[in-house]
């Protein structure tokens, strides 16, 4: 480490800084400011060989059809703006680099002139940098940049009548949004699926928790004999693949030959005389239909559930019932002031992402009955939820991307805004102490 007698101007720095290799060429840190400058060379280099015409691709999507593929413009116009986004970064800390190098200069403190000290430097003090850049690269490029294309599309005409190259797509502003709310075909559509989506997600993620919690409090009581095997079977749900389930339940209900209609139901009668439940319409019938797709999620959900707080009431101990029960406390008391509350302060974030989770469960939906049964419009069945009806939007014989891209961004809004507002509610994100 050197030090330097010359008096450095800390906002001149900063300035020179603006181009990567300046500002520490003028604290006289030769070997920082030949890496940097290398750094800028490579971005110049993108921007001549990539860069400016990626730009300009990505605002005029193309001129003339065929020779111009406005998708791989826009494409490579969004990935530009990453990149673009990483260098505004690099030369921002350029600029704070050089400022404070400066000032430590000026006070006196020891800096890294030689290459050697600048590596042992960089290695003491930015090895936990040089670990997290790539995985933040890689983050950008994998997350951000989908996200960033779906974006773009969402404000475009790509449907199938405008499908490149051989049609070039435009830019429409919020068209998309505003047809979601005035096209009759899509209001009625998005309406439909949207309450439909709500109602599935409160639903079916309530009925798989209160399942779970039941199952997992009732096997945890002391009476209670055989646990293992109980355990063992109330995981067999989640040992089979999911999709096998759904396809059996599937067949289940099929309403003339499934085992619902032509066993249990009749078995059910002969039990109690005076049910009556004849042929139930389950694949036909739109509100059976939602009825058997809540039950089967409920079935498929619980053993995680059922695990996680089997876990959590092993931890809890004993000693609070034990005081409970000699204040006379019932065994419902018991439950709202002890057991649940602990489940809560665990497992309530797990508890959030189920309700995320079914909100986009394309699976079940798709298929137990291909979001059926009948049509409310806009391509979307009776049963679909808002990811099942963007699947169809960009599937079927007319598919409509940059509708889907729309509601694929609506989507976003309400998943991260529930998300957010119940993880802050729940305290998800305090993962440090008060």
């Not at 986004?85 to 006070?107: C, F, G, P, Y």
């Not at 009825?291 to 999620?297: D, K, L």
């Not at 995680?304 to 092993?314: A, D, R």
Request: charged share 10%; glycine share 6%; aromatic share 14%.
């Amino acid at each position: 480490m050197k030090t330097s007698t010359e008096h450095k101007n800390p906002k001149l720095a900063m300035l020179l800084g603006l181009i990567p290799g300046l500002g520490q060429f003028y604290n006289g840190q030769k070997s920082k400011a030949l890496l940097l400058f290398l750094v800028f060379v490579l971005e110049i280099i993108e921007w001549v060989v990539f860069g400016a015409s990626a730009l300009i691709g990505l605002v005029t999507l193309g001129d003339t059809p065929i020779v111009d593929h406005s998708l791989f413009m826009l494409i490579q116009g969004s990935m530009q703006l990453i990149m673009t986004l990483v260098m505004v970064l690099i030369h921002s800390a350029s600029m704070h680099d050089a400022k404070s190098t400066a000032e430590r200069l000026n006070n006196g403190e020891k800096v890294p002139m030689t290459f050697k000290e600048t590596f042992n430097s960089l290695y003491e003090n930015g090895f936990p940098y040089l670990l997290i850049i790539p995985a933040y690269l890689a983050m950008a490029f994998a997350i951000v940049f989908p996200v960033v294309v779906t974006l773009f599309i969402a404000f475009t005409n790509y449907d199938f009548r405008h499908i490149p190259p051989q049609k070039l797509l435009d830019w429409v502003g919020g068209k998309n949004f505003v047809n979601m709310v005035q096209l009759s075909t899509f209001r009625k559509a998005f309406g439909s699926v949207l309450s439909w989506t709500f109602i599935w997600t409160f639903a079916a993620s309530t009925l798989q928790i209160v399942i779970g919690v039941a199952t997992a409090i009732i096997a945890n009581q002391n009476f209670i004999k055989f646990k293992r095997l109980f355990g063992v079977i109330f995981l067999l749900p989640w040992a089979v693949p999911a999709f096998i389930s759904i396809m059996s339940f599937g067949n289940f209900f099929n309403d003339s030959i499934g085992a619902m209609n032509v066993q249990v139901l009749p078995f059910i009668e002969k039990l109690l005389p005076f049910l009556d439940f004849g042929i139930v319409p389950w694949k036909t019938d739109a509100t059976f239909t939602k009825i058997a797709v809540i039950m089967v999620q409920g079935w498929l959900g619980f053993p995680y559930i059922y695990v996680l707080v089997s876990g959590i009431l092993q931890s809890i101990p004993a000693d609070l019932y034990e005081a409970a029960t000699v204040d006379g406390a019932t065994a419902w008391q018991k439950f709202r002031q002890i057991t649940l509350p602990m489940i809560l302060a665990v497992a309530a974030p797990t508890f959030i992402s189920q309700y995320t989770f079914n909100f986009n469960n394309f699976s079940i939906i798709y298929l137990f009955n291909n979001g059926g049964p009948g049509s409310v419009g806009g391509g979307a069945g009776a049963t679909d939820i808002l990811i099942s009806w963007i699947y169809k939007l960009t599937t079927q014989t007319s598919p409509q991307f940059s509708m889907a891209s729309a509601v694929t961004l609506v989507i976003s809004l309400i998943v991260i805004s529930v998300s957010l507002i119940s993880f802050k509610k729940f305290n998800a994100f305090d993962m440090g102490d008060k």
